[in-house]
Antibody, heavy 119, light 107 residues
Framework: QVQLQESGPGLVKPSQTLSLTCNVP??????????WSWIRQPAGKGLEWIGR???????NYNPSLKSRVTISLDTSKNQLSLNLNSVTAADTAVYFC???????????WGPGTLVTVSS | DIQMTQSPSSLSASIGDRVTITCRAS??????LVWIQQKPGKAPKSLIY???SLHSGVPSKFSGSGSGTDFTLTISSLQPEDYATYYC?????????FGQGTRLEIK
């Protein structure tokens, strides 16, 4: 298990951009064998995968969000970032930063951060 | 997208019981399946990967089986700390998808 920690504004206005970061300790963010995902969960509902990124830059996004989402790495800061633009109330959720690798898949979760979209 | 369907959606069981949760994929995912536990107000925790392998530190009371499209999670000798919502998740292909969850409650 690795200790991941999400951070960012808890309140975002409709039509604006949601921006979150995830601190990844120990420099493992650069490992070629790991990938980093964002997953979200609206209150009382299930889990929705947003996308993932390898340190190489390879990305995969959920087609339902692909036109609005960007996931990136800042290896100098050991940070993973999520940008989701043109947000609406439907984007209100707890957002989790998650580590993955083969063959275990997603194996370490951050505690999550609540983002509310409201004017 | 691969659809993951869990059953039951909710389950009531007593302390000491053995319970089984099933997960069905809409297409063959080999064994690219994770089981996840989530307690109220807490982050999810991955329990099992590759359908049947326990993550480090997960007690052996949890077991998983299956391959292809049909999978099961079994929890033996339920204890208070096991009451939670359990999700299955496939990682055979993108987008990664989750089952709708099974809420395990105390009877």
């Amino acid at each position: 298990q690795v200790q991941l920690q999400e951070s960012g504004p808890g309140l975002v206005k409709p039509s604006q951009t949601l921006s979150l970061t995830c601190n990844v300790p120990g420099g493992s963010i650069s490992s070629s064998s790991l990938y980093w995902s964002w997953i979200r969960q609206p209150a009382g509902k299930g889990l929705e995968w947003i996308g993932r990124l390898y340190a190489s830059g390879e990305t995969n996004y959920n087609p339902s969000l692909k036109s609005r989402v960007t996931i990136s790495l800042d290896t100098s800061k050991n940070q993973l970032s999520l940008n989701l633009n043109s947000v609406t109330a439907a984007d209100t959720a707890v957002y989790f930063c998650v580590r993955g690798q083969q063959p275990t898949g997603l194996d370490s979760w951050g505690p999550g951060t609540l983002v509310t979209v409201s004017s | 997208d691969i659809q993951m369907t869990q059953s039951p959606s909710s389950l009531s069981a007593s302390i000491g019981d053995r319970v089984t949760i099933t997960c069905r994929a809409s297409q063959d995912i080999n064994n690219y399946l994770v089981w996840i536990q989530q307690k109220p107000g807490k982050a999810p925790k991955s329990l099992i990967y590759a359908a049947s392998s326990l993550h480090s530190g997960v007690p052996s009371k949890f077991s998983g089986s299956g391959s292809g499209t049909d999978f099961t999670l079994t929890i033996s000798s339920l204890q208070p700390e096991d009451y939670a919502t359990y999700y299955c998740q496939q990682y055979k292909s993108y987008p990664i998808t989750f089952g709708q969850g099974t809420r395990l409650e105390i009877k």
